[in-house]
């Protein structure tokens, strides 16, 4: 296959060559016959779009800076980018665990307020140990840190000494529209003060990084590595986003570049210089998203909604009577669109208020009411979940267990072993799976030898015969069946098609 640049070569090698054997056969290109100079100002611009950003740049450049930091010593480890979709990069680099000398990294920032107050983003300042800042002009200042929120990735400071820096505003940025221009100033590979245009390529991204509290705005200005914690700037010159990630399967730019939108950005930044952290609601759930699948076996006629995978103990949810396998349809009022949509409502909800939540239970709706906590951080959370037993798992049974035809598996009830392997309680029951054919719709689902089938459509298993006869009322009602299975990993829910066995 002939790559791009080949053609381009081939086609500059065809016409010479056209050329070359004119000559030769006795024929001449023919001269032009007149000649005319092209008015520039005849070439007209698209509807909308000015002829220069030149003067934009020139009011919005001085806000800019350069961020270079110093990490701590106890910060040199690999940074951990789980989480990210594959491709897709935090712009800087020589980040902890970066090959190099003393470890530090740079990226960009802008002033919003006079007394020196600036914007950047989190994964810019992790584990610092001193940060300096860069004017447009020339100047290198002391900052401190503010606060910083690693979940949408903002950070601020404030440069030491006081002083009176230029600054721009954050605007909404609700009335972006995609199409619409956008310039980024920032400092890629410590380039200070480098500007690139472009327009917005789509808003409302939840799949451009890890984080479940930002729908990122896409833009196609390019911006790479050291971008980071710079500002995207619409025609008036207010600030609509803060440049975090790249998609860059290559490493540099390929047009591809996200930014946390502006409303979302403004929001943070007001909690970090209040108070210099961000609190947000919690429930005490796991949730998961609904496919087709569990939704037809849940008998809702779209996947809309959250499915609560397992409760925290004594936590907001569980004091509510919220169950395993309901699934959450509305949040104060409002619709439950999916998994996500309910992680950022009740992040956003104030601490200590009384909210309503409708869930789905066993066919049946029912309103019910909790007192929101405050989320723990991240390392509670973690600290908290139960850890997998590291025991091997052991052979596999080689077709041990009751058949289920239905659902192209073999189960065994679950022992004592089991449980001490899985890590599961006393009196939880189940079904090991012993058995599964490779081409059953479960084992495409994900289901494996050694996984412990809890329920059945939101019904605990402790004989084979009671999966067998929830299967076949599941066969009966022309639906999959929802089963909930646990391992090593974790709990969560899968949805079964028994109707075409």
Known sequence: MTDAVTMKYLRRTALAGGAAMALFTGFALAPMTSAQEINPGSVAAPAGSPMSFADLIERVRPAVVSISVRQRPDAVQEPSVEGLPPGFEEFFRGRPGRPGPAPTSLG????????????????????????????????????DLVGSDEATDIAVLRVRGGGRYPFVR????????????????????????????????????????????????????????????????????????????????????????????????????????????????????????????????LGLDEARGALVATVVPDGPAARAGIQQGDVILTFNGERIEDSRDLTQRVGATAIGNNSRIEVLRNGQRRNLTMRLQERPSEQTLAAAAPTPNQTPEPPAESGAGVAQSSLGLSVRPLTAEDRTRLGFTANESGLVVTAIEPTSDAAEKGIGVGDVILQADQRAL?????????AEAARRANRPILLQIGNRAGRGFVAVDVAAR
């Open 462 to 470: 402790r004989t084979p015969q009671e999966l067998t006869t929830a």
């Open 170 to 297: 954050f605007d909404d940025a609700r009335h972006v529209r995609v199409g619409d221009w956008v310039v980024a100033v920032g400092n890629p590979f410590g380039l200070d003060g480098t500007a690139t245009a472009g327009i917005v390529s789509a808003i409302g991204r939840r799949d451009a990084g890890s984080s479940a509290y930002v729908d990122y705005m896409q833009i196609d200005a390019p911006i790479n590595r050291g971008n980071s914690g710079g500002p995207t700037f619409d025609l008036a010159g207010n600030v609509i986003g803060v440049n975090s990630a790249i998609f860059s399967p290559t490493g540099g730019n390929v047009g591809i570049g996200f930014a946390i939108p502006a409303n979302t950005a403004s929001s943070i930044v007001q909690q970090l210089m209040q108070s210099g952290r961000v609190a947000r609601g919690w429930i005490g759930v796991s949730i998961q998203p609904l496919d087709d699948d569990i939704a037809r076996s």
């Open 108 to 143: 960009s920032g802008f002033f919003i307020d006079q007394s020196g107050v600036i914007v950047t983003n989190h994964h810019v300042i992790e584990g610092a140990e001193e940060i300096t800042v860069r004017t447009s002009d020339g100047r290198d200042v002391q900052a």
